[in-house]
């Protein structure tokens, strides 16, 4: 009796030409993806953060495929999106707010649910990514957004000295004024008051950076 050989699907079938969905709901632990082509669903599984084993996975079961995938933007910012195109994947960020979301959808929400979700919208052309910055890009807008942080911070602590100096200090040792510049507080005080600058102004502002 002659035996038939029983061959898998990636060897049989050449996806070239065909379009490939994927949603990816990423986490810090581990992803949760869901693989569609245009008319199935292939399935939703769990993988570790790794986006070599993701691209591994795909040319093995859909040699050919152009593939397409989408996550939503948060804390893992945009080095998954630059590895995927480096791959040879298109990639779309997406903002959280734009993924079209049903009223069952928001009360049971899971990550499968949620991978689903992104995969179905990108098949349906429902999502427009948002602009995403070259890698020396984001890194001056990290250092401006740094600096706006600590410039508010620094506001804060001008209006709290204030506040605390009138309770504090007597009226003939007030300072006139003060600045702040690299976190570090430069007072121009009377020569007299320099205890003063010490021992009450020092002290509180330290207390103030160790309760941020």
């Known amino acids: 009796m002659t035996q038939i050989k ?10 070239s030409g065909k379009n ?3 949603g990816i709901d990423v986490h810090k632990k581990s992803w949760t993806v869901t693989i569609l082509t245009e008319h199935v669903e292939h399935k939703t599984f769990t993988q570790p953060p790794d986006s070599k084993a ?22 893992s910012g945009f080095w998954l999106c630059r590895q ?3 791959a040879g994947f298109e990639c779309l960020v997406v903002h959280p707010a734009d993924v079209p979301t049903t009223d069952k959808e ?11 979700k992104l995969a179905q919208s990108l098949r349906a052309r429902q999502l427009r990514g948002v602009w995403v910055p070259s890698p020396v890009q984001q890194q001056k807008r990290s250092l401006s957004r740094c600096r706006h942080v600590l410039m508010r911070d620094l506001r804060r602590y ?13 009226r003939s040792l007030l300072f006139r004024s003060y600045s702040v510049h690299k976190h570090i507080v430069r007072l121009q005080v009377p020569i007299h008051s ?11 502002l330290s207390l103030m950076l160790c309760h941020r």
């Open 6 to 15: 029983q061959t898998s699907v990636s060897e049989t079938t050449d996806f």
């Open 20 to 22: 490939l969905f994927i």
């Open 54 to 75: 993701l691209t591994a996975y795909v040319r093995k079961h859909f040699p050919g495929a152009a593939v397409v995938c989408v996550y939503e933007a948060g804390f």
């Open 84 to 86: 995927l195109k480096a």
């Open 106 to 116: 928001h009360r049971t929400k899971s990550d499968r649910i949620d991978s689903r």
């Open 158 to 170: 001008k209006n709290r000295i204030s506040a605390f100096s009138p309770s504090i200090i007597c």
């Open 194 to 204: 320099r205890l003063l600058r010490s021992q009450i102004v020092v002290p509180i």
